[in-house]
């Protein structure tokens, strides 16, 4: 059962670039994470028209802390309780699977 922190993380959410540069730095964290590292992953999960977005602070007890980005999106509380470090892991190799899938690559011309 995960927990949630009763802090949003830290940034300039509501700036100029509405958080871009605060969110960028979290996710450059959670890029570097070595294989099998949660804490500092950044997650997200589809909500209503968009995304609610999570970084990790923990592994045990699994604890999360909401990233105010964009439309700042919450996960019902019973939904953040049910999750189980299982399944931040598979979200985590989800994310990066997405990423690389649409990444910019270079085209060769044979």
């Known amino acids: 059962m995960a ?3 009763s802090k949003e993380a830290e940034g300039n959410w509501n700036g100029e670039d509405f958080g871009e540069a605060s969110f960028n730095a979290l996710q450059k964290v959670s890029d570097e994470l070595k294989d ?3 804490v500092g992953a950044v997650v997200r999960f589809p909500y209503a028209d ?4 999570y970084r990790v ?3 045990k007890p699994l604890t999360l802390q909401h990233i ?3 439309d700042a999106w919450n996960l019902p509380y ?3 309780r049910g999750l189980r470090l299982a399944d931040i892991k598979a979200e ?3 994310n990066k699977a997405l990423a690389k ?3 910019k690559q270079e085209v060769s011309n044979g």
């Open 3 to 5: 927990r949630l922190e």
């Open 36 to 38: 099998g590292e949660v």
């Open 50 to 53: 968009g995304y609610a977005f």
């Open 57 to 59: 602070t923990k592994e």
């Open 68 to 70: 105010p980005y964009g």
């Open 78 to 80: 019973p939904m953040i």
């Open 92 to 94: 985590i190799v989800r």
């Open 101 to 103: 899938l649409f990444s």
